[in-house]
């Protein structure tokens, strides 16, 4: 027998992505990583895979995490026909690329995509800033063979949850006590059947809409034309800045609780501290996001600890507040709506998701695993926040906790000052696309493009000068309307 080393062997072009060297992750294989298989046929090196594996499955489900929160908002935002400066070729091959990624696509419902069941016309394909991303910050390109972004089934869990469970946690046991026990918890309940019942349609319809549609802004050509693409791109622009406006008001009132500091003062630091975070990369700032749900998550267990811990009113569930069935003040009934349906506003996320999964056919036991987390956390803060503090609770559950003595003190702080951190972490995630969205329109007029042709600073000034406007804004607004609840009612709705 020959005992020369063989050869690297060519990995044939319908390999499965599992079985390929660089599974889970984002950057590009080496020559050698490419050619050679020979690890799969030699047990011994296993020995030295197997001590990787751990920091290679945490790497895993940062990568997959960081690309979904990414481009579930930036996915629906359509480029501009203009493009940027420069960019008329890059953008049609970019469009080249996004056509031939989603026609590649495979489909979880096949006997909803055969050619005699489809009753769309052909969509107009358009480059969307999800597409932008994926070439310029991750560098991946659906032409080569070693194209890979399927997530796993438990990192589609992981990316779900991480992206449902936000600040909407904090309004939740208000939502309660708007509505009262009998209503809010059957609105509370009926939001989550509803969304977990639309988040399985969704996988449906973008398998009926026409070949390779992927969004809501491709489900909303299909049935309105492109006018309906136009008016999803704005409904997510509008949710995206409603949610800047969130995670300023969170900040101030953050900053509030722990300095005693008034409200101005409290807007100018976050306009200081907000600011600074639009210019940095979306693919760090979509793992830096990932400490959101750990603070909402750790929260929801002080919380509950908080109750556990003390023996008397207020802020116990041994010695429960006065609360009621039904609210006093029916009035606040539509504010309860929003609150308890804006936990649930990550919803945007499953058709991403969906197109993300390695296993698609494994997508409603996703969603099913996903809303089980997700409830039985939310439940819990709600139920807890409600019992605690009866009808004084406030907007936000962090200021009941900060205001009423007998906790341990420096576990509370602790609480309040990871909640502080999520505006800090996700403040440019959520602005990026509204960001990218006017530069690439602004940008992409005549005149401006020719002026900004003269000298590559014209283009980093005219971008720079905005995001430093839009950021004000968000101030502005955040000012103009202080309440959290109020803001995340609007964003419910």
């Not at 070439?135 to 438990?154: C, G, I, N, V």
Request: proline content about 5%; charged content about 15%; some cysteine.
């Amino acid at each position: 027998m020959d005992s020369s080393p063989s050869l690297p062997q060519r990995v044939p072009t319908n390999t499965h992505p599992s079985q390929l060297p660089n599974y889970g992750s984002m950057a590009p294989l080496s020559d050698q990583d490419t050619l050679d298989l020979s690890i799969h046929s030699h047990p011994h090196m296993h020995d030295t895979s197997s001590t990787r594996s751990f920091r290679n499955a945490l790497g895993s489900f940062g990568r997959s995490y960081s690309r979904t929160s990414a481009l579930y908002m930036a996915d629906n935002l359509s480029l501009s026909r203009h493009g940027t400066v420069n960019s008329g070729e890059w953008e049609e091959e970019a469009r080249q690329d996004d056509v031939k990624s989603r026609l590649d696509s495979g489909s979880v419902f096949s006997n909803h995509t055969g050619a005699g069941l489809s009753f769309f016309p052909a969509l107009s394909r358009h480059t969307t800033l999800g597409t932008m991303i994926l070439r310029e910050e991750y560098h991946e390109d659906a032409h080569q063979p070693h194209y890979t972004s399927e997530s796993t089934f438990l990192q589609s869990v992981f990316n779900s949850v991480n992206v449902l469970v936000g600040i909407g946690a904090l309004a939740l046991p208000l939502g309660i006590r708007y509505a009262g026990w009998l209503i809010g918890m059957s609105v509370f309940v009926f939001c989550t059947l509803s969304t977990n019942y639309s988040a399985k349609v969704l996988a449906r319809c973008l398998d009926a809409a026409p070949p390779g549609a992927l969004t809501y802004a491709d489900m909303g050509a299909a049935a309105f034309g492109e006018r309906g693409r136009g008016v999803i791109c704005g409904v997510f622009i509008l949710e995206l800045f409603t949610l800047g406006v969130a995670m300023a008001v969170l900040l101030g009132d953050g900053l509030e609780t722990l300095f005693d500091l008034d409200m101005i003062t409290t807007r100018m630091i976050s306009f200081f501290v907000l600011t600074p975070m639009t210019f940095l990369p979306i693919s760090k700032l979509a793992y830096t996001s990932v400490i959101g749900v750990f603070s909402s998550t750790f929260l929801v267990l002080i919380v509950a600890l908080d109750g556990l811990t003390k023996s008397t009113r207020p802020g116990s569930l041994w010695d429960p507040m006065e609360t009621e069935w039904i609210p006093s003040e029916p009035f606040n009934i539509p504010l309860s709506f929003g609150l308890l349906m804006a936990v649930y506003s990550g919803h945007a996320v499953f058709p991403s998701l969906y197109r993300d999964m390695a296993e698609p056919k494994r997508y409603d036991r996703m969603v099913d695993t996903t809303y089980l987390i997700t409830f039985v956390v939310y439940l819990i803060m709600a139920v807890s926040g409600y019992m605690m503090f009866g009808l004084d609770t406030m907007q936000e559950i962090t200021k009941n906790l900060a205001q009423t003595p007998g906790y341990t003190k420096w576990i509370n702080q602790g609480a309040i000052y990871l909640i502080v951190m999520i505006p800090v972490a996700k403040y440019g995630l959520m602005l990026n696309p509204v960001n990218l969205s006017w530069e690439l329109w602004v940008q992409g007029q005549a005149r401006m493009e020719a002026w900004c042709k003269e000298h590559t600073w014209k283009k980093y000034a005219v971008s720079t000068v905005g995001r430093i406007a839009l950021s004000a804004f968000v101030i502005y607004i955040a000012t103009v309307f202080p309440g959290f609840d109020r803001i995340m009612v609007s964003h419910a709705w």
